[in-house]
Nanobody, 119 residues
Framework: QVQLVESGGGLAQAGGSLRLSCAAS????????MAWYRQAPGKQRELVAY???????IYTRSVNGRFTISIDNAKNTVYLQMNSLKPEDTAVYYC?????????????WGQGTQVTVSS
């Protein structure tokens, strides 16, 4: 079983920055991709970005150019640097880990961290 612990959320003003971290532990030998999802009030959870252990990042269009996902394989930790924040980025951000892209978003969720962006 994989345990994911997120940290780094909080309150930021529009145009500001926050950095999220997610540390993985437990049965992680077969984890090859890690991702960040977010869920705003009244909306479905959506994929924000994912990255493979090889370091290939993919972003959803709304955050491309503003957010940067990175991974530290030695620490089994994935980060999300969020710059130029907008009020519409307000959501609970969840970390996810999977053995392959086919299983991304199906299991292994963190507890979530709240990000609130004020205008």
């Amino acid at each position: 079983q994989v345990q994911l612990v997120e940290s780094g959320g909080g309150l930021a003003q529009a145009g500001g920055s926050l950095r999220l971290s997610c540390a993985a532990s437990g049965t992680i030998f077969n984890i090859n991709v890690m991702a960040w999802y977010r869920q705003a009030p009244g909306k479905q959870r959506e994929l924000v970005a994912y990255i493979t252990r090889a370091g290939s990042p993919i972003y959803t269009r709304s955050v491309n150019g503003r957010f940067t996902i990175s991974i530290d394989n030695a620490k089994n930790t994935v980060y999300l640097q969020m710059n130029s924040l907008k009020p519409e980025d307000t959501a609970v951000y969840y970390c996810n880990a999977a053995s392959s892209l086919a299983f991304l978003g199906q299991a292994n969720w963190g507890q979530g961290t709240q990000v609130t962006v004020s205008s």
